[in-house]
């Protein structure tokens, strides 16, 4: 069975404090793995997104780390903001299908980050 | 912005009836996905909907179902509602296996 799982479940870290979020997954056949950003109550919004070969992305104060060997991906916010108070959530997507043509995503439960002054 | 629209924003039900909930997809985007996210848990996959047919689906009933019409919107109806169905329900468009662009979600509470 498909699953991602998220470590810690929820973080208090004060502003300008760096933090790190897990992300460990058991999707077959992986196809790409990507950090999303949740509001309260809103869509999800992409932050990063990595392939088999990619070991690490940066979209500003935002890195992610994938190791597809041992399945794990991590999530670096530096110097945090209060505007980065949401979930972050870790989804896999495996292709499947006759022709791999179509991909499944499996979620996890997310991290509840809020960022205090 | 995502560019992906979703209606209505809010939506009260009673259980038994019958809701439909749409979404249009970023110009240009040719798949349509449906989650149904619990408060405090990950969005749980619905079904996907490529080219106006049915491209994958989760673990859930038949009694939800969808659709996508010619230009890449799409709905999601929900017969017979349970309590259990109150969620946010959330959709997301992309091309084809692209990365998936959501929307703001629909709020559906179910008495």
């Known amino acids: 069975k498909n699953q991602v799982e998220q470590s810690p479940q929820s973080l208090i870290i004060l502003e300008g404090k760096n933090c790190t979020l897990q992300?460990?997954?058991?999707?077959?056949?992986?196809?790409?793995l990507r950090w999303y950003k949740q509001d309260t109550g809103r869509g999800p919004v992409s932050l990063t997104i990595m392939t088999f070969s990619e070991n690490t992305k940066s979209n500003g104060r935002y890195t992610a780390t994938l190791d597809a060997d041992t399945k794990q991906s991590s999530l670096h916010i530096t110097a945090s903001q209060l505007s980065d108070s949401a979930s972050y959530i870790c989804v896999v997507s495996a292709k499947y299908g006759d022709t791999g043509t179509a991909s499944k995503l499996t979620f996890g439960t997310g991290t509840r980050l809020q960022v205090t002054l | 912005e995502t560019g992906v629209t979703q209606s209505p924003t809010h939506l009260i039900k009673t259980r038994g009836q019958q809701v439909t909930l749409r979404c249009s997809s970023q110009?240009?985007?040719?798949?349509v996905s449906w989650y149904q996210q619990a408060l405090g848990q990950g969005p749980q996959f619905i079904f996907q909907y490529y080219r106006e047919e049915e491209n994958g689906r989760g673990n859930f009933p038949p009694r939800f179902s969808g659709l996508q019409f010619p230009n890449y919107s799409s709905e999601l109806n929900v017969n017979a509602l349970e309590l259990d169905d109150s969620a946010l329900y959330l959709c997301?468009?992309?091309?084809?296996?692209?990365?998936?662009?959501f929307g703001p979600g629909t709020r559906l509470t179910v008495l």
């Open positions: 997301a468009s992309s091309l084809h296996t692209d990365t998936q662009y």
């Open positions: 110009s240009g985007h040719n798949t």
């Open positions: 992300c460990n997954y058991t999707v077959s056949p992986f196809s790409n």
